[in-house]
Structures are given as C-alpha cells and as structure tokens.
C-alpha cells in the first residue's frame, strides 16, 4: 500500500480509502448493501491489514447506522485511534425538519455533535461538506468549519461533488479571513467518466488540494460483469439503483481494452479500472466499498498493479474526453504561443 499526503497537509493517508456506504442498509441505502457488524468487522480488518488507514462515511449512509457501525468496529479493531483517518460528511438530510439538512452553521453544528457520538470519538480527522448548499452564504459554511477546528473537534475540512468555481470560491474567502482551508474534494471519476479533468483537476493541481475519488468504478459497471444490453450479476446494485449516469456506449468501448489488459495479466476487469484510476497524479485516493471479503480482496490488489506506459495511452486514447470549448480554444492558442515561441 502506498500512501499520500491530505491535499497540502502533512497527514498521510492510504491510496486506497475503505469506503462504509454498505454498512447498515437502512432505508433507501438497503440498495448499496446491508453488512452487519460483523460482517463490517471482517470488512475493516481485512483492509486495516492491507495496510489501508483512511476510512470514509456519512452521517446520512443508513440514517446514521454506517456511523455507528464504523465507530464500533473502529473501537474493537485493536489499532489505536492515531493510526486510523476517519473521514466523514454533513449536508444531506438527517430529520424531517427544516433545518435538518444543508450548509448552515445550525446544521454543521448538529451535524458533528452527532456525528461524534454515533462515531464514539472525539475527534473527526476529516470534515467535509457532502453538497454544494446553494442558501446558505459560503462564509457562513466557512467560518463553522474553521470554529470546529479550533474547538479541537475536527481537524481538517474538505468538501465533496462541489464545482470548480465554487471551490475557488471557498479557498478564496477562507484565505481573506484567515479561516482554515479546505483541503481535499470527494468527487466522482473513472476510465469511463474523466469530465473532472475540463475544470476541477487543474485547480486542484494548481492549489494543491487532494482528490478522492468515490465510485472509481461506475457503480458497477465496470467490474466487467455487465453486458450491453443491461443485464448484470443477480442481486447487483445497478438493478435497483442505476447511478452514477454513465454514458454506455462509451463505456463499453473502454470495457472492451480494459478486458483485453486484464486477460493478459490474468486479473480481473475490475482490478485493471480501478489500477487506471490510482495511476493517476492527481489522485490522492481511491474509495472502494466492498460487500464481501472476495471484492474486497480483488479491488485491495489493484493497488499492486503498474500499468505500463503502453497500456495506459491505450486506455486513455479510448477514455478521452470529446473536445469542449473552451478547452479546444485554449489548446488551440497555446499551440500557437508555443509555435512562435520556438521560431527563431
């Protein structure tokens, strides 16, 4: 297991992050899973061997149960609280109130004190903010972040499925203030689904913040166990729950290279698509989820995989992203400026 710093700071977290959204399966999350405690116990401890350290959840995956489970077997896993990074998320809806769901420093304040106890710890090591909260002001988000940090009961900030413009945005008022930066962004990205690439991995690059990925592998999809006219493996998730949107025809053209690759290394589809997304540079991690120690197991080993530079430009030759403006534009004049520049 390799790993990498949280965005600029000096933590260090595992490539690979063991995501708990098939903890608990309480209402509509019964779609992503339904692990029990010891199953989860199992789960957590065969990826705490594997060297992985950063674990990742939220308040609203189960209503609450995932939270509760990941703290009870993050406290009987016999490895101390240092050792663990425990990531989890506030913004979705908790309660049937009005107040109960969003950006506000009311719900963020909530949130944690929640959080905290369903988790059994006194400390988060990685808050984030789950959505873009398009009421609430951005200082408003800010400045509760930053007083939670000073309080001791966070000690970093991320934010997840927010735009590029809007994380400027909060880098931008966090710096004016001398509030605490966020550091990360969970966002979504595979072989089959690079449009993070236009807007957000530039700034990320140029500001330093770190990438985690969640569904690297399309919901499913791209296990290689689903074929074009839609049918997949009994019981899979995309059956009742068809999400993220992905483009399919595209898919299956990146499928079918990927297929290729794995049949000559004699891995699994799965293992060289995740593989693709940990080459990235500007992936600091990768979050799986796994329903069983077998899944598990085969998407842990991804992370021993090198592609080589061949096989690479091959999967990002069939990935790449049509040309949109005004990215071709940009392209376009900076090929340009460089012809020029190389002209006696």
């Not at 065969?46 to 489970?69: H, Q």
């Not at 009742?240 to 079918?256: E, G, I, K, Q």
Request: with cysteine.
């Amino acid at each position: 297991m390799r790993y990498r710093t949280l965005g600029p700071t000096g933590l260090l977290v595992s490539e690979i992050c063991l995501g708990t959204m098939t903890f608990g399966g309480r209402g509509f999350w019964s779609a992503m899973g339904g692990l029990d405690h010891s199953v989860a116990e199992r789960i957590v401890g065969r990826a705490l061997d594997a060297g992985v350290n950063f674990i990742d959840t939220a308040d609203v995956y189960s209503e609450g149960m995932a939270e509760e489970i990941t703290g009870h077997v993050l406290r009987t896993c016999g490895r101390p609280r240092s050792a663990l990074v425990l990531a989890t998320k506030v913004f979705g809806a908790t309660g049937p109130g009005v107040n109960d769901r969003g950006a506000s420093r009311g719900h963020i304040m909530d949130g944690v004190k929640a959080s905290l106890k369903r988790l059994g710890t006194d400390y988060i090591d990685l808050y984030q903010i789950h959505g873009l909260d398009q009421i609430t002001p951005m200082e408003e988000t800010i400045r509760a972040l930053d007083d939670l940090v000073r309080q001791g009961h966070i000690r970093y900030v991320g934010v997840s499925n927010w735009s590029a413009w809007t994380v400027m945005k909060a880098l931008g008022i966090a710096t004016a203030h001398g509030w605490v930066r966020p550091v990360t962004l969970q966002a979504y990205y595979t072989i089959a689904g690079r449009d993070l690439e236009r807007e957000i991995v530039p700034l990320l690059q140029a500001e330093g913040l770190g990438l985690m990925v969640w569904s690297p592998l399309a919901g499913g999809l791209l296990s290689g166990k689903f074929t074009r006219d839609g049918q997949g493996p009994a019981g899979a998730r995309r059956a009742s729950f068809d999400f993220p949107p992905v483009n399919r025809d595209r898919l299956f053209a990146c499928l079918d290279v990927l297929r290729v690759i794995a049949d000559a290394r004699g891995v699994s589809v799965a293992r060289i698509a995740l593989a693709y997304v940990l080459a990235k540079p500007f992936v600091m991690s990768m979050i799986i989820g796994a329903r069983t120690l077998e899944q598990l197991d085969d998407n842990l080993a991804a992370a021993d995989i090198r592609l080589s530079a061949a096989e690479l430009t091959e999967l990002d030759q069939v990935s790449a992203l049509p040309p949109e403006y005004p990215g071709w534009m940009i392209d376009f004049q900076h090929a340009r400026t460089r012809l020029t520049e190389a002209q006696p």
